[in-house]
């Protein structure tokens, strides 16, 4: 089975202070995603990556960035925490060798206080 | 840009009953779709995914169409049970992409 993990289930932080969210998956998958959801608003991109130290900025980048160091580690990083960016932050995978089903973690609760 | 409807917004069943959820997508130039669920404050699991050579899916009690020309799809939920409750969003690629555009959802609740 595969496996998507995230470091943590709930994360409560300061305004200004910098957020690491780390994600994980074990089935060795070239494509990751983060994506950030909210009531009223659904599943947003906020970036992926196609390949190790490759990144794409999706649909709302502006105050995150992202590294991917080792193709099963993707990070999302927030460089200084604002109220706005509380919210539930979901990370993702894609087997595009043959079904092309995208894999989703647990999620992380980030509150930014 | 594909943009990703699910009507209606919450649905609310007797245990038993069957229903039926629909999506709708503005860009049929896909080459899937895909069907997850989503359980209050958890991650999504992949429930179904429809190449666009297929016209079905089957996985247990859940069916799942796809009609590219009409931008449609449906997910079909027999004989439901109170352990289907949870949100349940589709998802399509942009031509050419591996991003996912989400619907924002169809949360179901089925009553004992």
């Known amino acids: 089975d595969v496996k998507v993990t995230q470091s943590s289930r709930y994360l409560v932080k300061r305004t200004g202070e910098k957020v690491f969210l780390e994600c994980v998956q074990d089935m060795d998958h070239e494509n990751m995603f983060w994506y950030r959801q909210d009531p009223g608003l659904g599943l947003r991109l906020i970036y992926f990556?196609?390949?190790?130290?490759?990144?794409e900025k999706g649909d709302i980048p502006e105050g995150y960035s992202v590294s991917r160091e080792k193709k099963e580690r993707f990070s999302l990083i927030l460089e200084s925490a604002s109220t706005n960016q509380t919210s539930m932050y979901l990370c993702?995978?894609?087997?595009?060798?043959?079904?092309?089903?995208?894999?989703f973690g647990p999620g992380t609760r980030l509150t930014v206080l | 840009k594909q943009e990703v409807t699910q009507i209606p917004a919450a649905l609310s069943v007797p245990e038993g009953e069957n229903l039926v959820l629909n999506c709708s997508f503005t860009?049929?130039?896909?080459?899937?779709l895909q069907w997850f669920r989503q359980d209050p404050g958890k991650g999504l699991t992949s429930l179904l995914l429809?190449?666009?050579?297929?016209r079905e899916q089957t996985s247990g009690r859940l069916n799942a169409s796809l009609d590219k020309s009409s931008g449609r799809s449906t997910l079909y939920i027999a004989a439901s049970q109170p352990g289907d409750s949870a949100t349940y969003l589709c998802?399509?690629?942009?031509?050419?992409?591996?991003?996912?555009?989400f619907g924002k959802g169809t949360k179901l609740s089925v009553i004992p």
């Open positions: 998802a399509a690629p942009g031509a050419g992409s591996y991003q996912l555009t």
């Open positions: 429809i190449q666009s050579s297929q």
């Open positions: 993702a995978s894609i087997d595009n060798q043959s079904t092309d089903t995208q894999y």
């Open positions: 860009d049929s130039a896909i080459y899937n």
């Open positions: 990556s196609y390949d190790v130290k490759m990144k």
